[in-house]
Each structure stands twice: as C-alpha cells, then as structure tokens.
C-alpha cells in the first residue's frame, strides 16, 4: 500500500533515519512568480498566465459552478472537490526549505512560497482548504493574493507569518492552533480519543538533519517551541478503534496518523474521502506514487498497515 510521509522537513528527516518510513515535507518555491503576498496585484495579474494560476482560477470556477462556495455547504466538501481536480499531480519534498539551502536566513521572515501544481502531504491539505476558502470571496473570483492568505494564516503560528520558528512545524500544534482560531475543531475527543503526552523533541534531537537549526539563536527558539507544547496532550483516535467511529467521519475531515516514533506526533496528513459508495478512503500526496491520489485501502485498514502508526488526529474544517 501508499507508504505515508510526515509534516514538512521536520517528518522527512524520519526517512533518513529509518528505512521503514516514507515522510514528507513542503510545499513552495523561491520563483518570483511564486512569492503572492510580497508582489503587487498588477504583477499577480501579470503572472495569471502561469499554470499554477490557472488551477486556482479554473478550481474555483469549478467550485462555484458545483454550488460549493455557498456559505451553507461543509468546507471540508469543497475541499476535497478541489482535491480531486488535483488528482495525478506530483508530489514534491522539501520546497520550503529551498531558501534555506540558497543561503536564506532563517532569523528573518521567510518568504511564503506555494504552489498548486505540485504538493507534499501538508501542502496539499493547506492548498485544498485555502482555495476553498478563497472561493468563497470575491464573488467565487480569488486572487492569488487571496489565496495566499489563506495559507498564510494555517501556516504560520497565530496566523503570522515571521521567521522559520513562527511556522507550525508539528502537524498536532497545526491543528491545535487552527482550533483556537477558529479555523477547525479537534473533533477527536467526541471519538474516544486517547491523549498522547510525550513530549516532542525530534527537531531538537537530529539537529543535524536541519538546515535553519545550525544556527543556535533558531535551534534556541525551536527547543523553546518544543517545550511549550509540553502539557498539550494530542488526541488519537486508537488504531483499533477507527472502525467503529468511521461513520461519523465526514469527507473533508483532516487526517494526522499518529506515531509511536519518539519525539514525533504524526508522521503524514490527508483527508478523509468518501467515494462514490460512501466508502470512507485517504485522498492524499503520498511519496509512493508521487502523486496526488485516492488510497485505494479504507481508512482503518491504510492506518493499521502504517509502521508505528498509533491512531489518528481528526479536525474539521469550519
């Protein structure tokens, strides 16, 4: 089956460390075409020619063509709609992080950078819900600028985007943030979720693996991250137990599989899907397979066959 990876550069170091797990890691790139929300509109309207503006202009036409930019229909079904227009497009890792490895300093704002023709895992999951949300202003006609906002403000802690440090780089404090801002509901807890209390120090502890931490004023601040999210307990929804709460698992929902690695809480994200026979599935950007796709195993089989998987985190977009 697709071998799933984790969140951003942190989860893809896992891979270096152990055969057994295909990780993940960002989305974006350096292109000056592909930096919206530090470019004027009249460039934004000069580059609409370009294929990733293309996808957002012909994915949001499709939204509102389908009725899923009306206020009344679930977040999570427009974006997993746009999800699925995405189907077949390439996977690709640690993008994020290519301003680092060009010399970029990881004390200073980062540039945000996104695309929508190629994604990692968590890209995708942002992109989906960003273009849904974007479609929702505008008349149903975003802007690439509206689209990056909305990125802006999943990706970044508190909504803000700052240095390396400010990106919300555990895939549970990702959740954890976008509940208290209103951006979803951790709806594990209403599925006999159990809270996973170890604490996580796996940037902290392959240092190495990091470009930004070589520096010790960001190593500093990501140990201080760390140590912050202690008492923050995930909720996981047992492996075993998947099963008998799938009926109240709901296409759209977001998907964090939870691990047993140390230091590490997931080690790859998706949405639940629900397919034309209402069989609940993982629509994903797995590194097996390099493209975007709907698994084709049930939820609770994908999640038991994953290595160390102890369970999921479940949110719902709102």
């Not at 799933?4 to 790139?29: N, Q, W, Y």
């Not at 980062?110 to 695309?115: C, D, F, G, R, V």
């Not at 508190?158 to 555990?170: F, I, N, Q, V």
């Amino acid at each position: 089956m697709d071998r799933p990876r984790s969140r951003r550069s942190m989860l893809g170091d896992v891979a270096k460390l152990s055969a057994a797990f295909a990780l993940r890691s960002p989305l974006a790139s350096l292109l000056d075409g592909v930096i919206p929300s530090e470019r004027s509109e009249s460039k934004d309207l000069h580059l609409k020619s370009d294929p990733d503006h293309e996808r957002l202009t012909s994915w949001a036409d499709t939204l509102r063509a389908e009725g899923l930019t009306n206020a009344n229909v679930p977040l999570g079904r427009a974006a997993v709609r746009v999800g699925e227009l995405a189907r077949g497009t390439p996977y690709e890792a640690y993008t994020l992080e290519a301003y680092l490895r060009t010399g970029g300093d990881a004390t200073r704002p980062e540039p945000l950078t996104l695309w929508l023709t190629r994604f990692d895992c968590v890209s995708l999951v942002e992109s989906c819900l960003a273009v849904a949300r974007a479609a929702r202003v505008n008349g149903g006609t975003p802007t690439w600028n509206d689209f990056a906002r909305e990125i802006e403000r999943m990706r970044y802690r508190g909504g803000t985007r700052g240095s390396y440090a400010s990106r919300l780089h555990y895939f549970s404090e990702w959740i954890a943030d976008g509940a208290r801002r209103g951006l979803l509901r951790d709806i594990a807890p209403s599925l006999g979720a159990e809270d996973d209390t170890r604490p996580l120090r796996f940037m902290t502890e392959h240092r190495k693996s990091y470009v930004a931490l070589a520096d010790d004023r960001v190593f500093d601040q990501i140990a201080t991250m760390e140590r912050g999210l202690d008492g923050r307990p995930r909720h996981v929804i047992p492996t075993a137990h998947i099963a008998q709460v799938a009926d109240r698992i709901q296409t759209g929902d977001v998907l964090g599989f939870a691990t047993s690695i140390p230091g590490l809480d997931v080690t790859h994200s998706a949405f639940a899907y629900r397919d034309s026979s209402n069989v609940l599935r993982v629509l994903h950007a797995p590194l097996s397979g390099g493209a975007v796709e709907v698994s084709h195993y049930e939820l609770p089989a994908y999640v038991a066959a994953i290595k160390h998987s102890t369970g999921i985190l479940l949110a719902r977009p709102i």
